[in-house]
């Protein structure tokens, strides 16, 4: 990579981001905001988002058998001032973008630390956006903003940007844990048995809350990878610029299939795969495969709906 540029701001987001160590690097990701996971072994442990494929897979593995044992803790007011104020103190002013707000409590601790820190620092500025999504969406986005600022854009500006780019971000592809999905009372265990069995994998977007819901239902990966593209195809714009993030939880061999598929048929700038880290995996649960990009703006999900119905009943 050239040499580290100096920009007058930083951007970075907290630990919901999901995103690696490398593409920080590569996008040069200011940082990220730690929380902190209860493990069954222990009390609260520091997030990490430098997991190895192996110890994914053990982690996964462990949440599979132990539904219950894993919670997360957001960080403290002090902490994110504290985070906050590292930045301040060597004269860059800050954009940081949060997990939705209708899932987590971040958004609110950030505009505490916010409005603190300017009465100690008037000469700064804090944009905190909420992302009104997670994982690997929000890290997209924050990705996006890297590149807003690369390009010259005025903390103001960028801030104003991804306000308005953030209802077009889609999420689509499958979940195939329906026991995953059952033990989160969100269908019957008896629903549940008969779906896997009949290789049944529900697939949805993101609504205009920022939580994805569900569309459809598909039989089989060969048809849901299908669908997936085609949607894609139907609610992309620009994709010849554009990076997906193809996103998995303890799924790689259908994320690198899924990627093929989207690089053949989207022909995207690039496809790039990536992790779903503990912090969002003990919601998402193992079995998520889904495809990020950006598109049409997302509406109250009719239209949507009837475009992947249309889709599958094809199929």
């Not at 991804?162 to 995953?180: A, R, S």
């Not at 019957?188 to 949805?204: C, E, L, N």
């Amino acid at each position: 990579m050239n040499e580290e540029k100096q920009y007058s701001y930083a951007v970075f987001a907290d630990i919901a981001c999901d995103l690696s160590p490398e593409l920080r690097t590569r996008f040069e990701v200011d940082g990220y905001l730690k929380g902190y996971l209860c493990t069954p072994e222990a009390d609260d442990v520091e997030g990490r988002l430098d997991l190895s494929d192996e110890e994914l897979d053990n982690f996964y593995s462990s949440l599979k058998s132990n539904k219950n044992g894993y919670k997360t803790a957001a960080l403290s007011v002090d902490d994110v001032t504290s985070y906050f104020e590292s930045f301040l103190q060597q004269g860059k002013d800050v954009l940081a973008l949060c997990i939705s707000s209708s899932l987590s409590a971040t958004y609110n601790v950030m505009t505490c630390a916010q409005k603190a820190l300017l009465e100690k620092y008037p000469e700064r500025k804090i944009f905190i956006v909420d992302s009104r999504k997670y994982s690997v969406a929000l890290g997209l986005l924050t990705v996006k903003a890297c590149q807003f600022r690369a390009e010259g854009l005025s903390l103001e500006q960028n801030a104003q940007k991804l306000e308005k780019i953030k209802m077009t971000l889609h999420q689509m592809g499958p979940i195939d844990d329906l026991f995953w999905v059952a033990s989160k009372g969100r269908i019957s265990h008896a629903k549940a048995f008969f779906g896997t069995v009949a290789g049944i994998k529900p697939m949805g977007d993101f609504g205009p809350d920022g939580m994805v819901t569900v569309l459809t239902k598909v039989s089989g990966y060969e048809k849901a990878y299908k669908a997936t593209v085609e949607y894609i195809e139907k609610t992309i714009k620009s994709a010849n610029e554009q990076i997906i993030f193809v996103a998995h939880s303890a799924r790689k061999k259908q994320a690198e299939i899924l990627a093929s598929k989207i690089i053949e048929k989207i022909k995207p700038k690039e496809v790039i795969i990536c992790n779903v880290y503990p912090m969002c995996g003990i919601n998402v649960g193992p079995g998520l495969l889904g495809a990020y990009y950006f598109g049409t703006e997302i509406t109250d999900l009719k239209f949507e709906k009837e475009i992947i119905n249309d889709i599958v009943s094809k199929l």
